[in-house]
């Protein structure tokens, strides 16, 4: 079914004139080198996001709030940009006092507290590497990321501390465990070895330099999870901060009066860009909330801040659509002028929900990925909404549908997502896999992994992953990463991971596993499988279904052939079966 255009007004109708007021002129004449003389850098010439996201506006604005916080338990705490501008100094002491130099990769593993935040701008300013985890993770991921990135400190929080404590002795490049007692949650003691933030941070210095970063050098890195082996560490620059900066203005619209909030969890490549750097980059104060989901909370949270403009994920906007209209409607939510969405496909109802439910606001869908470290595709607040699409490329950035040979194709084609290389949040490497990054690239695009459509006025329209990666409620997942787990249970023989279709979390993970001789297929071996894979990796992870089967379809050479069991579940046809072992 076609859905009507949702036509915007005329650029004086809006209560706030949007930023990003014409589309083609601008493509045209827009130059990011331009734009870069916004940037402050540093003293010495070179760029570092903390100064750009904190210190600038600590100097020029510093008693406005930077951070509103609210805890899971109702607790309220307010940080100044003076305030985060010390804070991240004092933590890039207490970094410069462990011996931490500039490239040195230091892991975030913590809930939302505005710890977290000051750790993370304290890592860039020490110029070294910030690696925030998904605080959902079990043991397994975490220690997986740990010891690719050869990370030599942790911080983290006592809880989760608990969580990965047997993992901890498998990592030789981890030199310090540093816990945050975020407001003394915690009563169990230090475990012998462990530094105190509480500590470190009362005796360290309010005063530090930045170390001296250049726009190229290595900022953040988010692991991201492909068809097959391990995730991979996707590692940016400094200079993304522009694109941060960029997109924060167009795509969201902030302007300086925003009271602004991501739901995305800082683990995620969203929660750094965009729930750090896209906001305070543009000296824009936001709303952090601890808590996890549900709807009448999330409103509240609006309503209490007077959230204008709100960044939030497809899953999360279904799951408010499935809570009910009349919850909304309780709610004071006049103050909301701008809404987004990213991570997975909006459906057009998702976007006429928002329109007739959520302050007259559709939400705008935008695209993009961990590896593109910024929104690439959007949605504009001045341009007429075709629900369904991602929207249309940022100014200084060229996308296109291109076949298997990199060529571009017709307009209406289907094809593979890809994009020029060249933009500044593009990620710089995987770390310390170049095989892997070389592999992206073909005939001079980097090929994206999705697959999508452009029709003739250049709005893109997703179809599908080009693999396996399964996207489930905005978290990719990894088949190879869940079968690897799901196969050091004694009993199971092998494991065949696929993405089911949900009505909300759009793929839930589902499993097929066949069993060692001597194991019966029972529901009590399949719950114990469920359980052991949730200890392992996480809920949001771990399959939500196992199937058990006598055996999984495989290619001669051995390989588990996930298309044939994807197309077996759906009822699809099987498609090319040649290559298919014999049973
Ligand atoms: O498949 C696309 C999907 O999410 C992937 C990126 O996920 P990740 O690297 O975790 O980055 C999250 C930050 C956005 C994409 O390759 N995706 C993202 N946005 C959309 C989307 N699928 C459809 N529509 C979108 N708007």
């Given amino acids: 079914m076609d859905y009507p255009t949702i036509a915007k007004p005329g650029l004086d109708d809006f209560s706030v004139r949007p930023n990003l007021d014409r589309y083609d002129a601008l493509r045209e004449s827009f130059s990011w080198q331009e734009l870069r003389r916004e940037l402050d850098g540093l003293p010495g010439g070179g760029l570092n996001l903390a100064h750009e996201a ?4 600590a100097a020029r604005r510093g008693d406005k709030v930077a951070m509103y916080w609210e805890g899971a338990g109702g607790e309220e705490e307010q940080y100044t940009f003076a305030q985060m501008r ?10 410069r006092g462990l011996g931490i130099e500039k490239g040195d990769r230091v892991f975030i593993f913590m809930g939302r507290v505005p710890e977290l ?28 990321r740990l010891e690719d990135s050869g990370a030599k400190v942790l911080v983290v929080t006592p809880e989760l ?14 030199k310090h465990v540093i816990v945050v007692n975020k407001n003394g949650r915690s009563q169990d003691p230090l475990a012998p070895g462990d530094i105190s933030y509480e500590e470190a941070m009362a005796s360290a210095s309010p005063d530090f330099d930045i170390v001296p970063t250049t726009e190229e050098d290595y900022s953040i890195m988010h692991y991201t999870s492909g068809t097959t082996g391990k995730p991979k560490g996707a590692v940016h620059a400094h200079l993304a901060a522009l694109q941060h900066m960029a997109t924060g203005r167009w795509a ?3 302007h300086e009066d925003d009271i602004y909030w991501c739901t995305a969890d800082p683990g995620w490549v969203t929660g750094t860009s965009y729930g750090m750097s896209a906001p305070w980059t543009n000296g824009v104060s936001q709303v952090i909330y601890e808590g996890g989901f549900r709807a009448s909370a999330w409103y509240q949270v609006i309503q209490k801040y007077g959230v204008t403009v709100w960044y939030t994920a497809p899953t999360a906007i279904r799951m408010l659509m499935k809570a009910g209209d009349d919850i909304p409607a309780r709610y004071d939510l006049s103050t909301l002028r701008h809404t987004c969405s990213v991570g997975e496909p909006l459906n057009p109802e998702a976007v006429i929900w928002g329109e007739k439910v959520i302050n007259n606001q559709p939400f705008h869908d935008n695209w993009w990925q961990t590896e593109t470290g910024a929104i690439l595709i959007a949605n504009y607040p001045f341009q007429d909404i075709r629900p369904g699409s991602m929207g249309r490329p940022i100014p200084g950035v060229r996308t296109a549908i291109v076949d298997e040979n990199g060529n571009e194709v017709e307009p209406g084609e289907e094809g593979d997502l890809a994009v020029q290389p060249g933009w500044p949040s593009m990620f710089r490497a995987y770390w310390r896999n ?13 090929i994206t992994g999705d697959r999508a459509r452009m029709d003739s006025d250049g709005y893109f329209w997703f179809v599908g992953r080009a693999d396996d990666v399964i996207n489930t ?15 050091e249970h004694p009993a199971v023989a092998e494991a065949g ?3 089911k279709p949900d009505p909300v979390a759009m793929e839930v993970v589902k499993a097929f596993v066949s069993l060692h001789e001597g194991h019966e297929p029972t529901d009590r071996l399949r719950n114990e499988i469920m359980g052991f894979a949730r200890q392992k990796l996480s809920a949001a992870v771990a399959p939500r279904e196992i199937e058990i089967v006598d055996s999984l379809p495989k290619t001669r050479s051995g390989k588990i052939m996930r298309r044939l069991l994807k197309a077996r579940e759906l009822g699809l046809p099987e498609g090319d079966t040649s290559t298919l072992e014999e049973d």
């Avoid at 010390?86 to 970094?95: E, I, K, W």
């Avoid at 409620?473 to 196969?487: K, W």
Wanted: cysteine-free.
């Fill in 473 to 487: 409620a905005g978290h990719l997942v990894g088949p190879f990463e869940v079968e690897s787990a799901l196969i």
């Fill in 252 to 254: 969201l619209d902030l």
């Fill in 497 to 499: 991971v696929i993405g």
């Fill in 86 to 95: 010390d804070l991240t100094n004092r933590f890039a002491n207490v970094l």
């Fill in 161 to 174: 501390r608990g969580r990965i404590a047997h993992i901890l002795g498998d990592l030789p490049d981890l």
């Fill in 117 to 144: 935040y000051v750790a993370f701008f304290g890592i860039l300013k020490a110029g070294a590497i910030a690696g925030p985890l998904f605080s959902a993770f079990g043991p397994d991921p975490v220690r997986d």
């Fill in 434 to 446: 170049q095989e892997m990054y070389d592999s992206k690239f073909k005939n001079g695009w980097y």
């Fill in 54 to 57: 904190i210190d600038r506006h």
